[in-house]
């Protein structure tokens, strides 16, 4: 089955510490993109990327990191410095450079900061 | 920048009701649109799109949204709802020049009463 997997589906951490979320898809895709999602706020782009070993800053990149070092894996690290980090995370991937491009998403990583 | 305004932020209808969501959408350029939707414990996932050619587009469950360029508008409708669509519906956009940025608004609540 091609797709999008996130893991893991809950995570907590402990204030002070990076953790990091992982993104797999085995659709080809080129693009990949992470949204943070909280309640009346919608999606907000933190981090994309159209090819492998680049990637640009969304909305809110700021206490976030990312890396493209294979097609198919897009990790986001949420650090120390990321002043609200509770919250709801997707992954999601589109074709690039196809005017037919749609996002396909992940289930979704939940991280709550204890 | 290309953003996008959902401004019902809460929809209540009773079953059988007519259905419309508003989303609108800045970017002078040229665009594509998409409505998803987020049901309940489930991941997002595409209602239709609209890349070009007519711009009345038919999506799944019976679902519709008509892009008027001129008030850069991308409407959600359903002509009779169903329990069975209460959920979280988002509208995107991704702007031509940047292909691969996609962009979210804010989203509905649509509560259906059965």
């Known amino acids: 089955d091609g797709g999008i997997t996130q893991s893991p589906k809950y995570l907590f951490r402990k204030e002070g510490q990076n953790v990091t979320l992982s993104c797999e898809q085995n659709?080809?895709?080129?693009?990949m993109y992470w949204y943070r999602q909280d309640p009346g706020q919608g999606l907000r782009l933190i981090y994309y990327s159209q090819i492998v070993n680049d990637f640009q800053k969304g909305d809110i990149a700021e206490g976030y990191s990312v890396s493209r070092e294979k097609k198919e894996s897009f990790p986001l690290t949420v650090t120390s410095a990321q002043k609200n980090p509770t919250a709801f995370y997707l992954c999601?991937?589109?074709?690039?450079?196809?005017?037919?491009?749609?996002?396909?998403f992940g289930q979704g990583t939940r991280l709550t900061v204890v | 920048a290309q953003s996008v305004s959902q401004h019902n932020h809460h929809v209540i209808l009773s079953e059988a009701a007519s259905l419309e969501l508003g989303c609108n959408y800045s970017y002078g350029g040229t665009v594509n649109l998409f409505w998803y939707v987020q049901y309940p414990g489930q991941h997002l996932q595409l209602l239709l799109k609209?890349?070009?050619?007519?711009?009345l587009v038919k999506g799944i469950k019976g679902f519709e949204a008509e892009f008027i360029k001129s008030k850069f508008s991308f409407n959600l409708r359903k002509p009779s709802v169903q329990w069975s669509d209460t959920a979280e519906y988002f509208c995107a956009v991704n702007a031509r020049s940047s292909a691969s940025k996609i962009i979210f608004g804010s989203g509905t609540r649509l509560s259906i009463r059965p």
């Open positions: 659709l080809n895709h080129d693009a």
């Open positions: 609209y890349f070009s050619g007519d711009p």
């Open positions: 999601a991937s589109s074709v690039f450079r196809d005017v037919n491009t749609e996002a396909f």
